[in-house]
């Protein structure tokens, strides 16, 4: 196994599948991808909890370039998309790149070499021209500080780590947190367990989710030539038609806000419970979710919404703010991700020994999210500030490869080693996109979440539509950049 290849991918979910397919087209075949697990999939193989699946159209969340019209659903489950990837290695002949296995624990510049050391946590060491980092935002799982978390004697996890031989079948199980996960496998628990209590801190807004099977007369259809396009095209206008509340000014929100109260409204007769399920924010602040059975299951006999807040977690139960004990059997933590902090905490040095963390003292900062000054040849998939609300991310992915392979390119033609953006272009850019979100959604709705960072500053979300970062990122600005060799 050659430990010298060209480039490095990290990580072997969409992104570095995506990176992968396009470099072997390009005509780039001396890459490995490395991938920690030992399977490929990233947080469609990770996130394997009751009623997973996509929240955004799967005709979309798909690779332009590898259509399936055989999607079985509009929002497919978490199964299908895994086999889709699955069917994308087999297809783009990637599977003698992948090395599984293989946790990159650290990442070292060489300056007088002029390459990148790769160290893995088997104690493998991998050098290579340049590395291009798949790893996503969202995958380390967050837990909440709560004192005696580590007393509890039951099955306690994750969503993003079912314990799927806990059967939670008439036992009493607490949740905590009511985000993106939480509400697809809420329902799922729901018409399971004994008693659910639901720990709810902030109300998400919720819309109708506009899924349905489709029909095997209808996926002939998509097969016909030029049909399941059409369809991409459609929905990915309609999508990007909600970018205006967005990127221009959230009140043209209130749109979004009438028919989240209205869905609310149909499907909470309770008021006592509406009222505690209405938000206080502008929708959008956080991720809107899309459900039909969330609403519907809160209304359930054996649901409970509790607001008060986690105080304590004791052997067998948990107690509330205002001193309450409830028994109960398992935990389940739907609290997401560790997000910002799991980039900048990883070994990264780059040139002239200036570690990562070092050069992100003040926030983390890119250019368009995909390379970083003083770190040569480091190129970041769904890097910072490339995140939506709106849209699918596998676009945003799919501009940025092709942003590498044109920085590929650019080193073939000049001859250089490697390139390095320069910092005065960097932090232009981060000025302007600074300035920009600054008056958005994310900022002013009037809540925190994950987009933000501990300064209050936004470095999960790009500002605009997604057709302007695909634009924006269509050609690379040789002057952005240092030749170093
Ligand atoms: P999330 O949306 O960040 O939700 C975390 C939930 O846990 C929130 O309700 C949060 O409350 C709560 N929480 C966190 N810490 C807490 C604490 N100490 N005490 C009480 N509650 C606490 O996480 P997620 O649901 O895992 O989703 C993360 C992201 O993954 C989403 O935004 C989305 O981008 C992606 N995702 C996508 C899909 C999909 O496509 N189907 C599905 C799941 C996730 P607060 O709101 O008050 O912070």
Redesign the pocket.
């Known amino acids: 196994m050659s430990t010298r290849p060209g480039i490095t991918i990290i990580g072997s979910g969409f992104a570095g599948l995506g990176m992968a397919i396009k470099l072997k087209e390009a005509g780039y075949h001396d890459f490995v991808i490395l991938e920690k697990a030992d399977d490929l999939g990233g ?1 469609w193989r990770d ?1 394997t909890y009751p009623g ?5 159209p799967s005709h979309m ?1 798909s690779f332009s370039f590898a259509l399936n019209p055989n999607w079985s659903r509009m ?1 497919s489950p978490q199964a299908e998309i895994w086999d889709y990837m699955r069917a994308c290695v087999t297809r783009y002949g990637l599977a003698p790149h992948l090395r599984f296995g293989k946790e990159v624990v650290g990442l070292e510049y060489d300056d007088g070499a002029r390459n990148w050391r790769v160290s893995t946590g088997d104690g493998a060491v991998f050098t290579t021209n340049a590395v291009i980092s798949g790893t996503g935002a ?1 995958h380390v799982p ?1 837990f ?3 004192p005696g978390r580590e007393r509890f004697r039951g099955p306690a996890f994750h ?2 780590e079912w314990d799927h031989s806990a059967d939670l079948t008439g036992r009493r199980v607490a949740v ?9 496998f809420v329902p799922r628990i729901a018409e399971r367990a004994s008693r659910l209590h639901l ?4 109300p ?1 807004w919720i819309q109708p989710r506009p899924d349905f099977p489709i029909s095997s007369r209808m996926r002939a259809v998509l097969g016909l030539p030029g049909a399941a396009r059409t369809l991409r095209a459609s929905i990915y206008w309609a999508l990007e038609a909600r970018a205006l509340g967005f990127t221009v000014d959230p009140r043209l929100m209130r749109a979004h806000e009438a028919l989240a109260l209205r869905h609310l409204a149909a499907q909470v007769p309770d008021p006592a419970l509406r009222a505690k399920l209405t938000p206080d924010y502008t929708i959008g602040c ?2 809107i ?1 899309l459900s039909n059975d969330y609403y519907p299951a809160l209304t359930r006999d054996n649901v409970e919404v509790i607001t008060d ?2 105080a304590e977690i004791r052997e067998n139960s948990i107690v509330d703010a205002t001193g309450g004990e409830i028994e109960v059997d398992a935990i389940v ?5 560790k997000v910002v902090e799991a980039m900048a905490d990883r070994r990264i040095v780059g040139r002239n020994g200036r570690k990562i963390q070092e050069a992100w003292q003040d926030g983390v900062e890119t250019y368009y999210g995909i390379t970083t000054a003083g770190f040569p040849n480091l190129f970041f998939l769904l890097g910072p500030n490339t ?1 939506l609300g709106h849209h699918s991310v596998v676009f945003m992915i799919e501009s940025q490869v092709r942003y590498v392979l044109e920085c590929l390119r650019l080193l073939s033609r000049t001859g250089a080693r490697a390139l390095d953006v320069r910092p005065e272009v960097q932090r232009a850019f981060n000025d302007r996109l600074q300035s920009r979100l600054r008056d958005l959604v994310w900022s002013e709705g009037g ?4 987009y933000l960072d501990e300064h209050g500053v936004n470095r999960a979300v790009w500002p605009g539509p997604t057709f302007e970062y695909w634009a924006r990122t269509r050609k690379v600005r040789p002057e952005a950049y240092e030749l170093i060799g």
């Open positions: 947080t996130n997973c699946a996509c929240d955004v969340y929002f969202l967050s909440p500080r709560i969503s993003a905590i947190g009511t985000g993106a996960s939480a509400v697809q720990f709810q801190r902030t998400p956080k991720r979710l807040g986690v933590y739907g609290t997401g991700f995140g809540c925190r979440s994950w």
